[in-house]
């Protein structure tokens, strides 16, 4: 059992960046460590989607073409946190943003919902123009 906690989120301006964490639950850490992790977002009246994911070791990542230059995803296993840094944000990328772990890294930007394991409870991203 995996338990995820995302926060970061917020209001921020078009251009401006945040920085989403994903972190095992204290009583989790021992097997977050084991799992690829995924960031999703959904907006408003659309499907949710894939954003970016990471390895289990952090080497590997994944982006969505819509994020890729802009966010960079990252992975500190020490902390037993998963990031997504997000720059120059645009209105569209307003959404909600969920962290998920499966435990395989599959190198395609695509949702898989049946692959995931575990799911954060989301976070909202908000970028007004």
């Known amino acids: 059992q995996v338990q995820l906690v995302e926060s970061g989120g917020g209001l921020v301006q078009a251009g401006g960046s945040l920085r989403l964490s994903c972190a095992a639950s204290q009583r989790t850490v021992s097997t977050f460590s084991n799992y690829a992790i995924d960031w999703l977002r959904q907006a408003p009246g659309k499907e949710r989607e894939f954003v970016a994911g990471i390895s289990w070791n952090g080497i590997r990542t994944i982006y969505a073409d819509s994020v890729k230059g802009r966010f960079t995803i990252s992975r500190d296993i020490a902390k037993n946190t998963v990031y997504l840094q997000m720059n120059s944000l645009k209105p569209e990328d307003t959404a909600v943003y969920y962290c998920?772990?499966?435990?395989?890294?599959?190198?395609?930007?695509?949702?898989?919902?049946?692959?995931?394991?575990?799911w954060g409870q989301g976070t909202q991203v908000t970028v007004s123009s």
């Open positions: 998920a772990a499966q435990s395989t890294f599959y190198a395609s930007a695509q949702y898989r919902p049946n692959e995931f394991d575990y």
